[in-house]
């Protein structure tokens, strides 16, 4: 039998690189909480504002395991 997410579940997920000297290596999740929307949303405001203290590569607010938002925000802009 194969799991399936709960499409109203929220969750907010980190991500640090394997190698910071390296992003193609990737980087691991961590689920930080697992939420109602509110609840999902106020962890979320938290850790998107520790997040470059402690060395976020991103952090992302999701429900049913869809990005609803992320930070770093895509900007569009290329250097």
């Known amino acids: 039998m194969t799991e399936t997410k709960d499409p109203a579940e929220w969750e907010v997920v980190t991500a640090t690189l394997y190698d910071r000297g390296d992003a193609a ?13 509110h609840e999902a949303r106020r962890v979320y405001a938290d850790t998107v504002g520790e997040a470059a203290d402690r060395g976020y590569e991103y952090v992302s607010l999701r429900r049913g395991g869809v990005d609803v938002e992320s930070w770093p925000q895509a900007t569009g802009w290329t250097v």
């Open 25 to 37: 290596q990737g980087a691991e999740e961590t689920v930080v909480a697992r939420a109602p929307e």
